[in-house]
């Protein structure tokens, strides 16, 4: 992975149990993971089209180095905005780089 291509400082936060709800639902938080530096890139194209069909409402793709214990779940926030993640692949499964899907939360 070219350090270059990786431009974007950003937070990833995963959600974690905080309690259970007088109806026995989970009460979710999130937690800072990590931040790291990573490559936002909107996704267009064959592209677009090709990861639509792992997650339909895929918008970005989001690549970083490798980071333990990213989940579908998962969010990502660069400045003001936040990208909730649907898909992770850990690329060739060498733990060296990650690469997510993510949909643009407004």
Do not use: C
């Amino acid at each position: 992975m070219n350090a270059g291509q990786l431009r974007h400082f950003v937070t990833i936060e995963v959600p974690t149990v905080v309690s259970t709800g007088i109806r026995g639902q989970d009460q979710l938080a999130y937690t800072e993971l990590g931040s790291v530096w990573a490559d936002i890139e909107p996704l267009q194209g064959k592209k677009l089209e090709i990861s639509r069909q792992l997650v339909a409402t895929a918008t970005h793709q989001i690549t970083t180095r490798h980071l333990p214990g990213v989940v579908p779940e998962a969010r990502v926030l660069f400045g003001q905005r936040m990208f909730q993640i649907g898909y992770v692949i850990n690329k060739d499964e060498r733990n060296i780089t990650l690469q997510m899907l993510a949909t643009e939360v407004q």
